[in-house]
C-alpha cells in the first residue's frame, strides 16, 4: 500500500464547531506531517511528527490541534475557526524525517469555514 | 529568512520539446532537494529527490543540483500536454522543509 488517505475530501464548518481531519498510512513511515494550502501558494507547514513526537510546530494558532495516535494515523483537531482558515489541508508521510525524507502527500480536505 | 525561489510562469513548450525548471534557495546549509508536480485542485506528487551534486535522470526526467550556486533544476525531455501543471520546488534545510511559489507549465499539442 503506498498510498496516504485522508478523511473528509471536503468540509463545511461554522466558526463555532469543533471538527477533526483525520489521515492514514500504511508504508511503514515514522514521519507524518499536516499542511496547510491556499489557492495559488504553496503548502505552508504546519506540524511534524516523528516517530509520534511532536518536533515541529510552526506558531500555529491553538484553534489547529494535532494528534498522532499511532505511528499510522495523524488527526488535526479543528475548533473555533475563521473564515481565513479555509483553505486545502495536506497530510504527508515520510521514511525519514526531515530534512532529508520524500514525502507523499494524501489527496487533501478542502476546508471552508463560513 | 529560508527561501526558494522559482520564476511563476507561466512556461509554455510545445509537445515534444524540453521543458526547463529551475529554483533557487538561500540556504547554504540546506541537505534534501525534490520537485513535486502539483495539478490544479489535486495534491503536490514527488517527481525527484536529490541530495549530491550532479545530474539524477528518471525516466523523462532529469534534476540538476549546484550547491555551490544553490541552485537545483528539473529537466522533462518529450514534454507530453499531461505534464501541463505547476512544478514546486521544496529544500529540506535544519529541521524543516521549505517550499517554493512553483512554475506553472504548459505544454501546447
Known amino acids: 500500500d503506498t498510498e496516504v488517505t485522508q478523511t473528509p475530501k471536503h468540509l463545511v464548518m461554522g466558526m463555532t464547531n469543533k471538527k477533526s481531519l483525520k489521515c492514514e498510512q500504511h508504508m511503514g513511515h515514522r514521519a507524518m506531517y499536516w499542511y496547510k494550502q491556499k489557492a495559488k501558494k504553496p503548502p505552508e507547514l504546519m506540524f511534524v511528527?516523528?516517530?509520534?513526537?511532536?518536533?515541529i510546530n510552526e506558531s500555529v494558532p491553538s484553534r489547529f490541534s494535532p494528534e498522532c495516535p499511532n505511528s499510522s494515523l495523524l488527526n488535526l483537531h479543528l475548533h473555533a475557526l475563521q473564515p481565513e482558515d479555509s483553505a486545502l489541508y495536506l497530510c504527508?508521510?515520510?521514511?525519514?524525517?526531515?530534512?532529508?525524507?520524500?514525502?507523499?502527500f494524501g489527496p487533501g480536505t478542502r476546508l471552508t469555514v463560513l | 529568512q529560508k527561501e526558494v525561489e522559482q520564476n511563476s510562469g507561466p512556461l509554455s513548450v510545445p509537445e515534444g520539446a524540453i521543458a526547463s525548471l529551475n529554483c533557487t534557495y538561500s540556504?547554504?546549509?540546506?541537505?534534501?532537494f525534490f520537485w513535486y508536480r502539483q495539478y490544479s485542485g489535486k495534491s503536490p506528487e514527488l517527481i525527484m529527490s536529490i541530495y549530491s551534486n550532479g545530474d539524477k535522470e528518471d525516466g523523462r526526467f532529469t534534476a540538476q543540483l549546484n550547491k555551490a550556486s544553490q541552485y537545483v533544476s528539473l529537466l522533462i525531455r518529450d514534454s507530453q500536454p499531461s505534464d501541463s501543471a505547476t512544478y514546486l520546488c521544496a529544500v529540506g534545510a535544519g529541521n524543516q522543509f521549505y517550499f517554493g511559489t512553483g512554475t506553472s507549465l504548459t505544454v501546447i499539442p
Open positions: 540556504d547554504r546549509v540546506s541537505q534534501s
Open positions: 504527508a508521510s515520510s521514511q525519514r524525517g526531515p530534512p532529508l525524507g520524500e514525502q507523499f
Open positions: 511528527y516523528s516517530y509520534e513526537k511532536l518536533s
